[in-house]
């Protein structure tokens, strides 16, 4: 398995606080995703970051930030929660190899937002 | 915006018997992967597919890449119960910045 955790692994929160979400990994990969599983729309992409100091919106980006100050650690922080940001939230990361790279998941953070 | 479509959204069936989901869109892909979630756990890659055409088997599956690369069939021989899970298709897009996109995927579920 490859080396990912996520941090908390679940959290409940209220509307309108700040939370922070932590992805380690061990493993030196370039890459790294944020995504976020709701039922009814799968796996939607929120950020991801392709280096250090380098990251991009992905297609549900409103709402969340990301910052990644050193190889192994992305962070997703939510500055003002919002019950619409109740979900599972999955950390990926990857070679980076283009067309062909797999994508290794963490075990997922459940966030509630009261 | 990709439209991306995966079919059978529910599938329950006994063991042994067998199955094909699918993967669909209009839109032609560079390589197309397919993952499966169990639940409570992330989704972990069972196979890429690159070439029009290409079959690949692992197993008692099967992963099919349509010819023009823009669909993709699994089919699971004398399915059994530890193949439950979520059965999600990511197609890389053509000329894409190398993201991933998912399908909402197939929930399979194998009644002994």
């Known amino acids: 398995d490859a080396g990912i955790t996520q941090s908390p692994r679940h959290k409940v929160t209220e509307t309108g606080t700040p939370v922070t979400l932590r992805c380690h990994q061990t493993?030196?990969?370039?890459?790294m995703y944020w995504y976020r599983q709701d039922p009814g729309h799968g796996l939607r992409l929120i950020h991801y970051?392709?280096?250090?100091?380098?990251?991009d919106k992905g297609e549900v980006s409103d709402g969340y930030s990301v910052s990644r100050s050193k190889t192994e650690d992305f962070l997703l922080t939510l500055e003002s929660a919002t019950s619409s940001q109740t979900s599972v939230y999955f950390c990926?990361?990857?070679?980076?190899?283009?067309?062909?790279?797999?994508?290794?998941f963490g075990p997922g953070t459940r966030l509630t937002v009261l | 915006t990709q439209l991306l479509e995966q079919s059978p959204q529910f599938l329950s069936i006994q063991e042994g018997e067998n199955l094909t989901v699918y993967c669909n869109s209009s839109?032609?892909?560079?390589?197309l992967q397919w993952y499966r979630q169990e639940p409570g756990e992330g989704p972990v890659l069972l196979v890429t597919?690159?070439?029009?055409?290409e079959v690949k088997k692992l197993k008692r599956l099967t992963f099919q890449f349509g010819d023009a690369r823009k669909d993709s069939s699994l089919h699971i021989t004398a399915a059994q119960p530890g193949d439950t899970g979520l059965y999600l298709c990511?197609?890389?897009?053509?000329?894409?910045?190398?993201?991933?996109?998912f399908g909402k995927g197939t929930k399979l579920s194998v009644k002994p």
């Open positions: 990926a990361i990857s070679g980076g190899l283009a067309g062909t790279d797999t994508q290794y």
């Open positions: 493993e030196n990969h370039r890459y």
């Open positions: 970051s392709y280096g250090v100091k380098d990251t």
């Open positions: 839109s032609v892909f560079s390589s």
């Open positions: 597919v690159v070439t029009g055409g």
């Open positions: 990511a197609p890389r897009p053509v000329g894409s910045q190398g993201n991933l996109i």
